[in-house]
């Protein structure tokens, strides 16, 4: 097979494993594992094709597939004479289902001792953090500054771009606002700029409410960025003490 097409797969297919595909294909799996069998399933046309050729087929698991040498024993001795046969688009299909079934059985096994990615660690322990800030809350005389509050607004309905102008306005006017650092971090994190993010995370003191947020979300910034010795560090000072993520933490170094 071309190296380059086995890689392809490898990179496309999000881990997924024999039991997760046989819930999709059972229809039993829960929406997220549906939602990931779908991504790969557009990431990747062989492993779409061979999903779809099992439920044409009516499977609802992964057959179990035989080695080639006892189904070679099975085999009859071709007779004398024997003519080509010509197979029908229908056998030719379901002969090309077998193979990217056998593929995948063989991926599937292949990715069991692989460690994995840093995108796919960071797919599996990322999660978008909620605005906590009440818009309304009244602090100083004239409440929270302007343009921090437009900014959280716009951040809590998805609209990071916007909001980090804000958040850097906010700044600009209170450079030791620890809660736009962080949000504008957070910002900056689902716009995948990942230095701008870590900027702002790693200015958040260590006695402010989001201290341990932002130390979290600065690992998986650095892991993502492929600053894997720098993520492993304060992964290991971040699980010495229990509070936000600690479980998630925990498992992430298992990872390493």
Do not use: C
Not at 10 to 19: A, R, S
Not at 132 to 152: C, V, W, Y
Not at 165 to 194: I, Q, R, V
């Amino acid at each position: 097979m071309n190296k380059n097409i086995l890689n392809d797969l490898l990179n496309t297919q999000g881990h997924i494993n024999e039991d997760e595909l046989n819930a999709y294909l059972s229809d039993s799996a829960p929406s997220t594992v549906r939602h990931k069998v779908e991504n790969a399933m557009l990431d990747n046309d062989l492993f779409s094709d061979a999903v779809e050729g099992y439920q044409e087929m009516g499977l609802s698991a992964i057959p179990t597939l035989e080695s080639f040498s006892e189904f070679k024993k099975k085999l009859p001795a071709p007779a004398e004479g024997a003519k080509v046969i010509q197979l029908t688009p229908v056998q030719k299909f379901m002969r090309l289902v077998a193979v990217a079934g056998m593929l995948i059985v063989g991926l599937f096994a292949y990715n069991a001792f692989q460690s994995p990615s840093p995108d796919s660690l960071f797919a599996d322990f990322y999660t978008h953090y909620e605005n906590d800030i009440s818009l309304t809350r009244r602090g100083a005389p004239d409440g929270l500054n302007k343009d921090f509050k437009e900014a959280l607004g716009r951040y809590a309905v998805g609209e990071f771009a916007q909001s980090i102008s804000g958040f850097e306005k906010a700044l600009s006017a209170e450079p030791t606002n620890d809660a736009a650092h962080f949000y504008a971090g957070l910002a900056y994190l689902e716009m995948n700029k990942f230095d701008d993010a870590l900027t702002h995370l790693n200015s958040v003191s260590s006695n402010n409410n989001y201290a341990r947020q932002a130390n979290w979300y600065a690992i998986l910034a650095n892991l993502k960025s492929g600053k894997l010795d720098v993520a492993k560090q304060m992964l290991n000072d971040f699980v010495k003490t229990p509070g936000f993520k600690s479980d998630e933490a925990k498992d992430l170094m298992k990872q390493f």
